[in-house]
């Protein structure tokens, strides 16, 4: 089956900073999702991106469907940006059901 | 609040227990799935419905494990004689019908321990 790699597993920052998270699948995909999870263990959509760029104020993401990866881009980072980020496809065939990778964990500190 | 719901939030119980969690979707939205969550471990899939119709079930759902969407709106998961590897965060999720964009959301999901 397809494998999603999320890079890096873990990131610590300084509130302000910029940073760059990375996708990459082994597979075409139909559709691609950004999530965050929050402490509390809530997904919450950031973007459904399964090519292109899209933003959404601080944050913006890039799909680059050919060559099976995505970005997802978080600048001036605050502490709220806190938690566990996850990229999420799809594949053709299936049901529409999400494969996740294993996230990257983002630690904003003050 | 018009976002996927779930109840309880929270569950212990005793190993060999049965439990029974609901999921009540997004009102329009006709697709719903189940994912289960291991700590520090991304969701992983289980099963999936279309309306009332149960379409796809993970290997990772286990004889102990049934779903069912009774009306095509909220839907049910139970654990019979439930195990310690049980334990998990339960996920919904719902999205619109096929064709369109499928963009899932989530619900807050069901903790689940087993003693």
């Known amino acids: 089956g397809i494998q999603v790699e999320q890079s890096p597993p873990d990131l610590i920052l300084q509130e302000g900073a910029n940073s760059t998270l990375r996708c990459n699948f082994s597979?075409?995909?139909?559709?691609l999702q950004w999530f965050h999870q929050n402490p509390w263990g809530q997904l919450i959509n950031l973007f459904y991106?399964?090519?292109g760029t899209k933003q959404n104020g601080r944050l913006s993401a890039t799909t680059v469907a050919t060559e099976r990866y995505s970005l997802l881009y978080i600048s001036s980072s605050q502490t709220t940006d806190s938690g566990v980020y996850f990229c999420?496809?799809?594949?053709?065939?299936?049901?529409?059901?999400?494969?996740f990778g294993k996230g990257t964990k983002l630690s904003v500190k003050p | 609040d018009t976002g996927v719901s779930q109840n309880p939030r929270h569950k212990i119980t005793k190993r060999g227990q049965n439990v029974t969690f609901r999921c009540d979707p997004i009102?329009?939205?006709?697709?719903l799935y189940w994912y289960r969550q291991t700590l520090g471990q991304g969701p992983e899939f289980l099963t999936y419905?279309?309306?009332?119709?149960?379409?796809?079930k993970s290997r990772l759902l286990s004889d102990r494990f049934s779903a069912e969407r009774p009306k095509g709106s909220f839907s049910t998961l139970e654990i019979q004689r439930t195990e310690q590897g049980d334990s998990a965060m339960y996920l919904c999720?719902?999205?619109?019908?096929?064709?369109?964009?499928?963009?899932?959301?989530f619900g807050p999901g069901t903790r689940l321990t087993v003693l």
């Open positions: 999720a719902s999205s619109l019908r096929p064709g369109l964009n499928n963009e899932q959301f």
């Open positions: 597979d075409s995909v139909n559709n």
């Open positions: 991106i399964p090519s």
């Open positions: 999420a496809v799809t594949v053709g065939g299936s049901q529409g059901n999400l494969i």
């Open positions: 009102s329009e939205h006709n697709r």
């Open positions: 419905f279309q309306n009332e119709a149960q379409l796809e």
